[in-house]
């Protein structure tokens, strides 16, 4: 991974998780990393597993506020010097029926999984831009991002946005030297099932009794999510794809027949359509 030595990685949600083994990947493989989280003490503590020293510093940061991101950016250029890659990982969760979500929890998942990757790509590309040298953006999406399952629309909302949005980006940057790869897993080790905790509304529905679909989505999401791949195993992939300036990443074998089906779906509704219009 000699591509990122002396380099410079901004990552969000660095604190566990993906974003934390990404950030162990990319220190172990030479890069200067700056880590950001919203928990200013998970940061500190992760900062800390990782060994600290020069090459590694960290910041508070909250991906829906863009005038935090920018803050960040400057940071991250003020502790380096230069900035060539950028990592929008962090992300929460948010399942419901349509008709019984709260706006103000659309509001939220919308503004940290998407916004928060509009935010992050919109401070830093300038700065990889003038760097001289090209880079990376790796946004992080989901399996959710192509293909879909009853009780979860808010998430796929946001992860379908992540997809064509970075895929636009990757052939808008290219002429940059700048590489936009998205990384679309299924189930990992994280504490991602808990996210929606922090939602707006939790507060307000912690004296409701949840109902038994919510019980059983949160216990089947948990266990899939607890027996996933082991999140430094998916930072490697990364690493590797970036290298490689692949577009997308993926890790599950499982997940081809979904992604299929979902292709046969769409087809054969193209051709029907075509058909009604007489152009088939």
Same mark, same amino acid.
């Given at each position: 991974?000699?591509?990122?030595?002396?380099?410079?990685?901004?990552?969000?949600?660095?604190?566990?998780?993906?974003?934390?083994?990404?950030?162990?990947?990319?220190?172990?493989?030479?890069?200067?990393?700056?880590?950001?989280?919203?928990?200013?003490?998970?940061?500190?503590?992760?900062?800390?597993?990782?060994?600290?020293?020069s090459r590694l510093a960290r910041i508070v940061c909250d991906?829906?506020?863009?005038?935090?991101?920018?803050?960040?950016?400057?940071?991250?250029?003020?502790?380096?010097?230069?900035?060539?890659?950028?990592?929008?990982?962090?992300?929460?969760?948010?399942?419901?029926?349509?008709?019984?979500?709260?706006?103000?929890?659309?509001?939220?998942?919308?503004?940290?999984?998407?916004?928060?990757?509009?935010?992050?790509?919109?401070?830093?590309?300038?700065?990889?831009?003038?760097?001289?040298?090209?880079?990376?953006?790796?946004?992080?999406?989901?399996?959710?991002g192509h293909f879909t399952m009853p009780g979860m629309a808010?998430?796929?909302?946001?992860?379908?946005?992540?997809?064509?949005?970075?895929?636009?980006?990757?052939?808008?940057?290219?002429?940059?030297?700048?590489?936009?790869?998205?990384? *679309?897993?299924?189930?990992?080790?994280?504490?991602?099932?808990?996210?929606?905790?922090?939602?707006?509304?939790?507060?307000?529905?912690?004296?409701?009794?949840?109902?038994?679909?919510?019980?059983?989505?949160?216990?089947?999401?948990?266990?899939?999510?607890?027996?996933?791949?082991?999140?430094?195993?998916?930072?490697?992939?990364?690493?590797?794809?970036?290298?490689?300036?692949?577009?997308?990443?993926?890790?599950?074998?499982?997940?081809?027949?979904?992604?299929?089906?979902?292709?046969?779906?769409?087809?054969?509704?193209?051709?029907? *359509?075509?058909?009604?219009?007489?152009?088939?």
């Amino acid at each position: 991974m000699n591509e990122f030595k002396n380099k410079t990685a901004f990552i969000t949600g660095a604190a566990g998780g993906i974003g934390l083994s990404l950030a162990r990947k990319f220190h172990e493989a030479g890069a200067n990393v700056m880590m950001a989280d919203i928990n200013a003490g998970a940061l500190e503590k992760a900062k800390a597993d990782l060994g600290g020293g020069s090459r590694l510093a960290r910041i508070v940061c909250d991906v829906s506020k863009p005038d935090q991101v920018k803050a960040a950016a400057d940071a991250t250029l003020k502790a380096f010097g230069k900035v060539h890659i950028v990592v929008n990982n962090a992300g929460v969760g948010l399942a419901g029926r349509a008709g019984d979500i709260a706006l103000e929890d659309w509001r939220w998942i919308v503004d940290i999984n998407l916004m928060g990757v509009v935010y992050g790509v919109e401070a830093f590309t300038p700065l990889i831009r003038d760097n001289g040298e090209g880079g990376h953006i790796l946004n992080v999406a989901s399996m959710a991002g192509h293909f879909t399952m009853p009780g979860m629309a808010p998430y796929h909302a946001t992860k379908f946005a992540v997809v064509g949005y970075s895929e636009a980006l990757r052939q808008e940057l290219a002429p940059d030297n700048i590489n936009v790869t998205t990384l *679309c897993p299924t189930w990992v080790k994280t504490n991602i099932y808990n996210a929606a905790a922090n939602r707006p509304t939790a507060a307000k529905d912690s004296n409701k009794p949840a109902s038994v679909t919510a019980t059983q989505l949160y216990a089947l999401t948990k266990g899939l999510v607890d027996s996933g791949m082991s999140p430094d195993t998916l930072a490697d992939l990364c690493l590797t794809a970036l290298t490689a300036r692949r577009g997308t990443v993926f890790n599950d074998p499982e997940a081809r027949p979904a992604i299929m089906a979902r292709a046969k779906t769409l087809l054969a509704d193209y051709d029907a *359509c075509l058909d009604d219009l007489g152009m088939s």
